[in-house]
């Protein structure tokens, strides 16, 4: 009966310190909203960290203003260009399905499997990121309100620092991916050079495999109009790529900057000797409110 009662006490005990805990991190929360800004300079925070990212995704029209409401000629635009991403993209998907169909060597259709099944995942991840636009807006407000609520120049520089290296990260994929996947869709298709069949019929190479059925594409302009629509749809491609790359570099390396931050509230409240009571009460809040905001 009395280890049943300890037990009991103790449980007791350890829901009222996490109440106490719950509720100062209330009270403290509802102060940092109400007085000035820590952070004068957010916004610029804010532009730096998501420049690359943000640039890509305004180029797909995927990019969500998360403080403030879009004017009708911004919703115009963004339509507008889902519509020719859209559009792009299936350009070069389904013609590429029909030449698959149709094409009987079995060497051809095994090496356009995997152009076709990149089309499809790019249009995949894209209607993703359409799709999810509410839920990258609320990640974006969050961090926003992390830079916001900063209380001194040592979290500030933590945070840069694991930016940086999250616009590194972005840096060298758009650099890969551009790099890569441009020349395989322009240089190479000018390097293999024009080809005559055993019938003295020239065929131009184009960067993708397609058919179109009677339409005639060797004949100009013909040739450079699909030659320049399956360029754009590379640019579109792979820019969907290094958008999803950029909002993970982005999320992963904030989060990495508030643990940081955590780690060093943490070692500051073990190190340093404090003497008032109320001082502990007040750095062990900030470390649980920290903790909480990561962990949302």
């Not at 106490?20 to 109400?34: E, F, M, N, P």
């Not at 115009?76 to 590429?96: E, N, T, W």
Request: proline residues 3%.
């Amino acid at each position: 009966m009395r280890k049943r009662k300890r037990i009991t006490n103790l449980l007791y005990s350890f829901y009222l310190l996490q109440s106490a805990c719950h509720s100062v991190c209330i009270k403290i929360s509802y102060r940092l909203d109400k007085r000035m800004l820590h952070n004068e300079y957010y916004k610029d925070d804010m532009i730096y960290i998501t420049q690359l990212t943000r640039n890509v995704l305004s180029l797909l029209g995927v990019w969500p203003n998360y403080n403030r409401r879009r004017t009708i000629g911004e919703k115009i635009r963004k339509y507008f260009l889902i519509s020719i991403s859209y559009i792009l993209l299936y350009c070069v998907l389904i013609p590429g399905a029909l030449f698959w169909m149709i094409e009987k060597r079995t060497r051809v259709r095994v090496q356009t499997i995997p152009l076709l099944f990149y089309g499809f995942m790019a249009s995949s991840k894209y209607s993703n990121l359409i799709f999810r636009e509410k839920n990258i807006r609320r990640c974006l407000k969050h961090i926003e309100q992390d830079w916001r609520i900063i209380t001194s120049a040592e979290e500030r520089d933590m945070m840069i620092e694991s930016a940086k290296i999250g616009r590194r990260l972005v840096t060298l994929c758009a650099v890969f991916m551009y790099g890569s996947g441009l020349s395989f869709r322009s240089i190479l298709p000018f390097a293999k050079g024009k080809i005559v069949t055993a019938q003295n019929i020239t065929i131009k190479p184009l960067p993708c495999p397609a058919y179109f059925f009677s339409f005639d594409i060797q004949v100009s302009p013909a040739y450079e109009l699909i030659f320049a629509m399956q360029f754009l749809s590379g640019i579109v491609t792979y820019s969907i790529t290094i958008a999803l790359c950029g909002l993970a570099a982005v999320f992963v390396m904030h989060a990495c900057g508030q643990l940081r931050i955590l780690v060093d509230l943490m070692r500051n409240l073990v190190e340093d000797q404090w003497q008032e009571k109320q001082e502990v009460d007040k750095k062990l809040a900030k470390m649980v409110e920290h903790q909480i905001r990561i962990r949302r």
